[in-house]
């Protein structure tokens, strides 16, 4: 990230505080209980909850960011990660319960499940798309409700826990949610999410592999650019963008499968949309669909949900107006770009007032 774009970001986000503390001002609240907020609650969190909601929130955002920005890359636009991290839970769910596998065996087998039962979701509007140049954000919506009421109305019912009258899936296998390291913890931070964590951090470096170090990332990166040229120059963009949407679903079912795996059972009655795969479709848009920035978005977006609640308590407003606050951060750091186009004019502006060094003449 060069000198520019730090310096727009920065920019961005002290605009966004500024508006904030003046809408405060003007409803009666303490602006300084604000900031105490945003700037300290984890370091008064004496209990831990909050940063370990924010190691369970961050690691399946994750993911689902991550396949939203290999979609971008591809020129798709993927709004179905929702539905696809649901398919992912499905897929957990359907090898979660099988008992007596060591867990370095089952582990990786949920989330392989997970990828594959995405990567089938994003098959759908992916085929459509290459083939049958059907708009991947129309068919991309409506599967996200399919996928809810399917999973929900025909499949957890199978799943379901007939001991328990809170219509619950039955719980995943005792390997799966790590209980023998119960109550283990690193920096306040129970031990099973620091593996997820990393497993989410591994899922980025890979993304950067494909993209970046890869022949069929080069061809996704091409197609997206300019399909015809990509086309005219061999490239076999419809295959490619196909492939692209399978792997996107496929990163954000992994998604799915990361957040069952942490909760650890599913409550049936009234299940909705997770809204992981929304959220990751706006940490992928403030990180500009690159490695880094997929960590930056998700890191403030879970940053700013965790601390949400703590807001609301603090400064004695409504859920509406946290939501506000934290829409409004998010809204002026994805309008950096313009405070960058203000730095770079600046700074051309203090290279050329520089005075430029003269080599002397040598006699």
């Known amino acids: 990230m060069n000198k520019t774009k730090i310096l727009s970001l920065l920019s961005a986000i002290i605009f966004a505080i500024l508006v904030v503390l003046i809408i405060l001002i003007l409803l009666g609240k303490n602006p300084f209980d604000f900031l105490v907020v945003l700037f300290t609650a ?26 939203v920005a290999f979609a971008f890359k591809t020129g798709l636009f993927n709004i179905g990660a929702e539905g696809q991290v ?3 839970i499905l897929g957990a769910l359907v090898v979660g319960y099988i008992p007596n596998i060591p867990v370095f065996i089952h582990l990786p087998l949920v989330l392989l499940s997970g990828f594959i039962f995405g990567a089938f979701w994003g098959f759908i509007p992916g085929v459509l798309k290459a083939y049958f140049k059907v708009h991947e954000v129309v068919i991309t919506i409506m599967l996200n409700y399919i996928a809810l009421y399917l999973v929900k109305d025909t499949f957890f019912p199978i799943f379901g826990n007939p001991a328990t009258t809170n219509r619950e899936t039955l719980a995943l296998a005792d ?3 790590f209980k023998n390291l119960a109550g283990l913890k690193i ?9 997820y964590f990393l497993f989410a951090l591994l899922a980025v470096g890979v993304f950067y592999f494909i993209i970046y170090k ?12 300019n399909s015809d040229a990509a086309d005219y120059a061999g490239i076999k963009s419809k295959k490619n963008m ?3 949407m399978m792997i996107s ?10 957040y069952l795996l942490m909760i650890g059972t599913i409550a049936t009655n009234g299940f909705e949309l997770t809204n992981i795969g929304f959220d990751g479709l706006a940490a992928s848009l403030l990180g500009s669909s690159t490695p880094i920035g997929v960590l930056f978005g998700s890191t403030i977006l879970t940053y700013l949900n965790v601390i949400s609640l703590e807001i609301q308590q603090v400064l004695i407003v409504p859920k509406e107006i946290t939501s506000m606050i934290v829409a409004l951060i998010l809204f002026f750091i994805a309008m950096s770009y ?19 060094n003269r080599k002397e003449d040598v006699v």
Not at 50 to 60: A, D
Not at 249 to 258: E, Y
């Open 187 to 195: 920096l306040r931070i129970p031990v099973n999410f620091w593996i």
């Open 214 to 225: 890869t022949k069929f990332g080069y061809e996704i990166r091409a197609g997206g650019l």
């Open 175 to 177: 390997s799966l949610t």
């Open 42 to 67: 984890f370091f008064h969190d004496e209990n831990g909850n909050m940063i370990s909601n924010f190691f369970q929130q961050i690691s399946p955002l994750i993911f689902a960011a991550i396949g």
């Open 249 to 258: 679903g496929g990163f954000a079912g992994i998604g799915g499968a990361v």
């Open 338 to 356: 313009m405070f960058e186009k203000f730095w770079d004019k600046r700074l051309q502006k203090s290279e050329k007032k520089q005075p430029k």
């Open 86 to 88: 649901t398919l992912g």
């Open 242 to 244: 196909m492939l692209a």
